[in-house]
């Protein structure tokens, strides 16, 4: 076998396995070049754990290819089912580093036989065992009988438990379950965290066999984190509601259906998960009206079930990381490796880092790199789902602190309806903040210049991106993070006005991280300056070497033409020759090369023969085009052609960090961008003050 396979071993269901599973793949993705993952055994054709990891960006490989056989496949023939499981894990095998396979559930087979069959499986793959025990109800000590027990089962059948993770313990006990456990092999606890198995509506909807009747069907995955009857009178059950309550209620009881509405609507009681209306009772004609017209968002459904058989399902409905939910899924992340010591892992698994860099691995480094020394990001366009979405993942995942931009009652209460959670970060709303006049003070003294008055900075500054980059001049925040909503222009023109270039910088540009399959390289200029003269291309080539430097990336610079070394003549490719002279006088630190060609500045063969003893030729990091025309048409040609991620654009120049987005990113953009961003901001000095600082020391800083 060419991959190190690794086995996810429980010696019983619902311990938590998905959580270490999913924890495994963003390690080994970080690591190595191709990850897989495998599952022996599965109860039916859609199994929800091997859909949700194959959802992972590390993992590229279809459903097929990484599932062995069916319990019934089991029972019928063991030996023969044992024989397709070991036949297709090592095929898939050969086309990854390391295989994550993740044990059966205990949903079919007796538990000390199905344990056995899973410790003969990673026998037979020479795969170590991570062995995953249940805390949940136990004491520390019935967590070490349970994990004794079950490490002798798999030594029994030739298998090797190489680490022991304890699962769903409670949260002041996970020191002495580790003293407990402790031994031979690594040990490592996890806390119970209920939020992980709390069921989404839709899993309730499932239960109930109900049908919904109005609603987003989007917040369907939004996790129900309390449930209650409401059968009582409409004071007792508005004041049992907490965040995130399920509420059952028969459908006739239209005064309860009217509170939960008002409840909903109002922006002092907490948000609801969803109303599920039981008994198969037809609404009144008045109640209905009102569902209509207030209950648009919030998932309401009808089930047939009286109330006790129906509260009997929804108390028993387990909910699963793989539910679809994406704080789930990040708070099962973060407690991974919050718990979990990575480099311990690889060595206990026997995983050996690979030296090149993928996409992953690159975006990984990001966020460990903003991590390391946190940052204050602003948010202006607090109204934009996919922000809220990010901005959850981003506090969850500890990548920036940050400031939101909007109503505050409207943007916690869309980030509650879709099951966010953004508790950590503060929300201002422009029009209303104590900020304003100091706001406008200050930019009417930066733009006196061009008769700017108080009454008309009062006007302008109110407009999300004049404030939030007002906030990043003032130090109220490290960086912004716009664009989703607004045009480029609109994003970077109050920068230009107000935060402005740094110290020996003449232009602001920007540049992209081109991840390839194997490396990283640096394109400029792309999507900024139509057609730079020559100070101003060497001006971008030294911003973008710098860029390089902050983001792990060895600058090694090409100044690309049509022409290499001194083949060709005339004003484009002298305008690259002259920069590159620049180049070298302002910053005879950096290993340049210009006039090159694109193919002699990162293909070695070429480069042997067009330009021979370069340092550069061959092997370029840094590639400089001479106009926006070339740049912008040649990373949409290596993106969309060669399959590489671009990074970007990320903004260079300014004397704080601004970066603009494009109005179809996605999630994961804005996450990549907010961590750049914050990474930039690491290098512009001393952390910006809380967002929510008082007016009077913001008059203070601006006097």
């Known amino acids: 076998m060419s991959a190190r396979s690794v086995y996810v071993l429980s010696p019983e269901g619902n ?27 599965v109860s039916s054709d859609d199994d929800a754990v091997l859909q949700m990891l194959l959802r992972h960006d ?26 397709t499981i070991l036949t297709k894990a090592r095929a898939l095998s050969e086309r990854c580093e390391v295989l994550v396979v993740v044990g059966s559930d205990y949903t079919d087979v007796a538990g000390p036989t199905e344990l056995a069959f899973n410790a003969r499986i990673a026998a037979n793959l020479s795969a170590p065992v991570l062995l995953v025990v ?42 002495q379950v580790a003293d407990e456990l402790s031994g031979d092999v690594p040990v490592w606890t996890l806390p119970e965290i209920p939020l992980l198995s709390a069921p989404s509506v839709r899993d309730l909807m499932e239960s109930l066999d109900g049908t919904l009747v109005s609603g987003e069907e989007g917040l369907l995955d939004r996790e129900a984190e309390h449930m209650l009857v409401g059968a009582m009178g409409i004071d007792h059950l508005l004041d049992r509601l907490k965040e995130g309550s399920f509420v059952l209620t028969p459908a006739d009881r239209s005064d309860a259906i009217v509170a939960l509405l008002a409840a909903q609507s109002a922006g002092d009681f907490p948000t609801l998960s969803g109303v599920a209306l039981n008994g198969g009772f037809e609404l009144a004609p008045q109640v209905e009206r009102l569902v209509a017209s207030l209950g648009r ?61 993928t996409p992953l691995m690159f975006e990984h480094t990001l966020y460990e790199r903003a991590r390391a020394e946190r940052r204050h990001i602003v948010l202006p366009e607090g109204g934009d789902d996919r922000v809220l979405r990010a901005a959850s993942t981003v506090l969850s995942r500890g990548v920036a602190d940050l400031t939101i931009l909007g109503v505050e009652s409207e943007v916690r209460t869309r980030a509650s309806a879709l099951g966010l959670d953004i508790s950590a970060a503060t929300v201002l709303d422009p029009a209303t903040s104590d900020h304003l006049e100091p706001f406008a003070q200050e930019y009417t003294r930066l733009r006196a210049h061009k008769g700017m008055t108080v009454e008309r900075a009062r006007e302008i500054i109110v407009d999300v991106s004049y404030f939030g980059t007002l906030m990043v001049h003032l130090g109220l925040a490290d960086g912004m993070v716009s664009g989703a909503q607004h045009t ?90 002259q920069a590159t002279e620049i180049v070298r006088t302002r910053s005879p630190e950096l290993v340049v090369e210009g006039p090159i060609q ?33 740049g912008n048409n040649t990373y949409k040609a290596v993106q969309r052609s060669a399959g590489a991620v671009a990074v970007g654009p990320v903004l260079q120049g300014l004397n704080k960090p601004v970066n603009d987005l494009s109005r179809g990113a996605t999630v994961k953009d804005i996450i990549t961008t907010v961590a750049i961003t914050a990474i930039q901001a690491q290098g512009s000095g001393e952390p910006a003050a809380q967002a929510a600082a008082d007016a009077p020391a913001l008059q203070e800083a601006t006097a």
């Open 15 to 41: 311990v938590g396995k998905s959580t270490v599973a999913l924890g495994l793949l963003d390690l080994f993705s970080t690591r190595v070049q191709r990850v897989g993952v495998f599952r022996p055994m």
């Open 58 to 83: 590390g993992v590229d490989f279809p459903y097929s290819d990484c599932v062995g056989v069916r319990y019934e496949d089991v029972h019928a023939d063991a030996d023969a089912a044992m024989d």
């Open 134 to 175: 249940g805390g949940q109800g136990r004491t520390p000590g019935q967590v070490r009988q349970v994990a004794e027990v079950a490490s002798s089962e798999v030594h029994a059948h030739h298998a090797h438990v190489a680490a022991i993770v304890a699962n769903r313990c409670e949260p002041d006990e996970l020191a």
């Open 297 to 357: 968002r919030l998932p309401i459904m009808r089930t047939e079930l009286g109330t006790f058989t129906a509260a009997k399902l929804v108390a028993g409905t387990r909910g699963l990381i793989s539910s679809g939910s994406q704080r789930k899924v990040d708070l099962a992340r973060r407690t991974f490796e919050q718990n979990v010591n990575g480099d311990a892992v690889l060595e206990a698994l026997d995983v050996e880092p690979s030296d090149v860099v």
């Open 488 to 577: 480029t222009a609109h994003t970077i023109k109050p920068s230009f006005e107000t935060i402005k270039t740094a110290p020996g910088v003449s232009i602001v540009s920007s540049c992209f991280f081109m991840c390839l399959a194997d490396k990283v390289l640096v394109y400029a200029d792309c999507a900024v300056n139509p057609d730079p003269n020559a100070e101003q291309l060497a001006d971008i080539a030294i911003s973008s070497a710098r860029s390089a430097v902050q983001f792990g990336v060895e600058p090694r610079v090409a100044m690309l033409s049509y022409s290499t070394g001194e083949s060709g003549h005339g004003a484009d490719v002298d305008k690259v020759r």
């Open 598 to 630: 694109y193919d002699a500045a990162v293909d070695p063969g070429v480069a042997a023969s067009k330009m021979p003893g370069s340092p550069v030729a061959g092997k370029a990091t840094v590639l400089i085009f001479p106009d926006l025309n070339t």
